[in-house]
Antibody, heavy 115, light 108 residues
Framework: QVQLVESGGGVVRPGGSLRLSCAASAFTFSTYGMHWVRQAPGKGLEWVAFIRYDEGYEYYADSVKGRFAISRDSSKNTVYLQMNSLRVEDTAVYYC????????WGQGTPVTVSS | EIVLTQSPGTLSLSLGERATLSCRASQSVNSNYLAWYQQKPGQAPRLLIYGASSRATGIPDRFSGSGSGIDFTLTITRLEPEDFAVYYCQQYGNSPFTFGPGTKVDIK
């Protein structure tokens, strides 16, 4: 079945960097746009970034623009989120999601930014 | 940025009752690109409805979506035990692809 598996989360100091990965399987990865969404502890969902199926364009939430970068490798069926200049307020579970209407989600990977 | 407002914040209902959840947008949602998601504690969100009224694969027909423009509704006709959760609406027509703050449906 269609599956997304995130990895790469962890604990990092403010100002540090992390790269998240999302491995996709059981669908034609190269034909779908992919998103990252996050959820801070006890809070709602916040869309973070999107990359089109052909890497033709990317969109970012204002809260991460200039600090985060989304990319994809269709040879590995994987989408990435490079997170730089991390802040305490970036602490959240990060999910990847597939397609225009987010029809499949991964299980999430937790990121904690703390000194 | 399109801001989504959901009401009520919490809905307390009994098994078998009908739930009506509202989502209002600050401006018209492009092509009715409005989705609804269900999230249970410790789990990822699950897509219920897309395109304002199309049920996602495997979603029971007790879930239905309606609305257009700025006003949208998710209806659950007869609440089952597994339906008690938080529900989010989201617009995916224009970046940023914003979510509403959620409606919690809990057991009365």
């Amino acid at each position: 079945q269609v599956q997304l598996v995130e990895s790469g989360g962890g604990v990092v100091r403010p100002g540090g960097s992390l790269r998240l990965s999302c491995a996709a399987s059981a669908f034609t990865f190269s034909t779908y746009g992919m998103h990252w969404v996050r959820q801070a502890p006890g809070k709602g969902l916040e869309w973070v970034a999107f990359i089109r199926y052909d890497e033709g364009y990317e969109y970012y939430a204002d809260s991460v623009k200039g600090r985060f970068a989304i990319s994809r490798d269709s040879s590995k069926n994987t989408v990435y989120l490079q997170m730089n200049s991390l802040r305490v307020e970036d602490t959240a579970v990060y999910y990847c999601a597939k397609g225009a209407w987010f029809d499949t989600w991964g299980q999430g990977t937790p990121v904690t930014v703390s000194s | 940025e399109i801001v989504l407002t959901q009401s009520p914040g919490t809905l307390s209902l009994s098994l078998g009752e009908r739930a009506t959840l509202s989502c209002r947008a600050s401006q018209s949602v492009n092509s009715n690109y409005l989705a609804w998601y269900q999230q249970k504690p410790g789990q990822a969100p699950r897509l219920l409805i897309y395109g304002a009224s199309s049920r996602a694969t495997g979603i029971p027909d007790r879930f239905s979506g309606s609305g257009s423009g700025i006003d949208f509704t998710l209806t659950i006709t007869r609440l089952e035990p597994e339906d008690f959760a938080v529900y989010y609406c989201q617009q995916y027509g224009n970046s940023p692809f914003t979510f509403g703050p959620g409606t919690k449906v809990d057991i009365k």
